[in-house]
Nanobody
Framework: QLQLEESGGGLVQPGGSLRLSCAAT????????IGWFRQAPGKEREGVSCIGRRDENDEKKYYSPSVKDRFSISRDDFKNVAYLQMNNLKPEDTGVYYC????????????????????????WGEGTLVNVSS
């Protein structure tokens, strides 16, 4: 079992920054790929960014085109935490942000598919609200 808890959401003005955290407790965090997904009001949940489990010297990452060059995903396996640094936020980034965990995923192909499908996660957190508004 893996329990996930998101934090770091809040109200921010357009152009501002937030850093979301996904803290894990339970089983071995570093065995899991971690994904960040968001759901805006009236819309389906979409994949924002995913990071695979460590593979030799790095972790494979995926970013949705809408956030590429603005958001950065990372993980600290010693602290059992994954992060999503969000810069230059826009009103369309508003939504509830969820983190999810999927056992074993590490290749670029599977990390990308994980984010695009959003249905393969083994565990989910409860979400944290991000509101980008002036």
């Amino acid at each position: 079992q893996l329990q996930l808890e998101e934090s770091g959401g809040g109200l921010v003005q357009p152009g501002g920054s937030l850093r979301l955290s996904c803290a894990a407790t339970g089983t071995t965090f570093d065995y899991y790929a971690i994904g960040w997904f968001r759901q805006a009001p009236g819309k389906e949940r979409e994949g924002v960014s995913c990071i695979g489990r460590r593979d030799e010297n790095d972790e494979k990452k995926y970013y949705s085109p809408s956030v590429k060059d603005r958001f950065s995903i990372s993980r600290d396996d010693f602290k059992n935490v994954a992060y999503l640094q969000m810069n230059n936020l826009k009103p369309e980034d508003t939504g509830v942000y969820y983190c999810g965990a999927d056992l074993g995923t590490k290749s670029q192909f599977l990390v990308t598919r994980l984010c695009l499908s959003g249905t393969d996660m083994d565990y989910w957190g409860e979400g944290t609200l991000v509101n980008v508004s002036s």
